[in-house]
Structures are given as structure tokens and as C-alpha cells.
């Protein structure tokens, strides 16, 4: 099994900054993409950022220039930036992993951290 713990969570004054981080920990061979999702109170979950083993990344039109994701790979983390931060950053963030498995007949798995909350004051 694998397990992803979200961290850096908090409450922010509009402008302000927030890293956040996802370590993933168990049963991993490698990991393909990352990725971070955020859902806010009564709306749909939605990508934030996304980025692959080799660093591409791609992000969220309403935060591009704001957030950065990043990863380090010998740690099995993903982190996200968050600057200028805004009210309608609010939301629960989530990130997720598609992990290879040792088998390379086993297809890989996505898995999902259990959330992190970010709360803007405005």
C-alpha cells in the first residue's frame, strides 16, 4: 500500500504565501505524474497544478504565475508554492501520485492524500 500525507496547510492573509507538501511513503517502485487538487466548499474538485517524473508542469489558468509545483524524486514529495494568495485560493488541497508498481505486468495505481486545508482571509 501507499500512503500520501499533505502538509502546510493554514490560514493566510490575501497576498501572502503557503507551501505545501505531499510526501508519499510504502510500496513504490517509482512514480509517474504528481499532482495537486483542490476543492472548495460546495463546488467540484479541480486540477491545480501537474507535474511528470521529468519536471513538465502544467497548472490551473487561475493560478498560473502564482503557484509553482516541484518534486523531489529521491524523496518520493511533491511540493506546491502559493503566492498572492487570494479568498477564492480557499479550498481543500489535495494531491495525488500515479505509482509504478515492481511488477511491470501490474498496471500503476493513483493514489490520494487525504487533503490539506488552506483558508484566505481577505
Known amino acids: 500500500q501507499v500512503q500520501l500525507v499533505e502538509s502546510g496547510g493554514g490560514l493566510v492573509q490575501a497576498g501572502g504565501s503557503l507551501r505545501l507538501s505531499c510526501a508519499a511513503s510504502?510500496?513504490?517502485?517509482?512514480?509517474?505524474?504528481m499532482g495537486w487538487y483542490r476543492q472548495a466548499p460546495g463546488k467540484q474538485r479541480e486540477l491545480v497544478a501537474a507535474?511528470?517524473?521529468?519536471?513538465?508542469?502544467n497548472y490551473a489558468d487561475s493560478v498560473k504565475g502564482r503557484f509553482a509545483t516541484s518534486r523531489d524524486n529521491a524523496k518520493n514529495t511533491v511540493y506546491l508554492q502559493m503566492n498572492s494568495l487570494k479568498p477564492e485560493d480557499t479550498a481543500v488541497y489535495y494531491c495525488?501520485?500515479?505509482?509504478?508498481?515492481?511488477?511491470?505486468?501490474?498496471?500503476?495505481?493513483?493514489?490520494w492524500g487525504k487533503g490539506t486545508l488552506v483558508t484566505v482571509s481577505s
Open positions: 507535474i511528470t517524473s521529468g519536471g513538465s508542469t
Open positions: 495525488n501520485a500515479e505509482v509504478e508498481r515492481a511488477s511491470p505486468r501490474d498496471p500503476p495505481v493513483l493514489y
Open positions: 510504502g510500496s513504490i517502485f517509482s512514480i509517474n505524474a
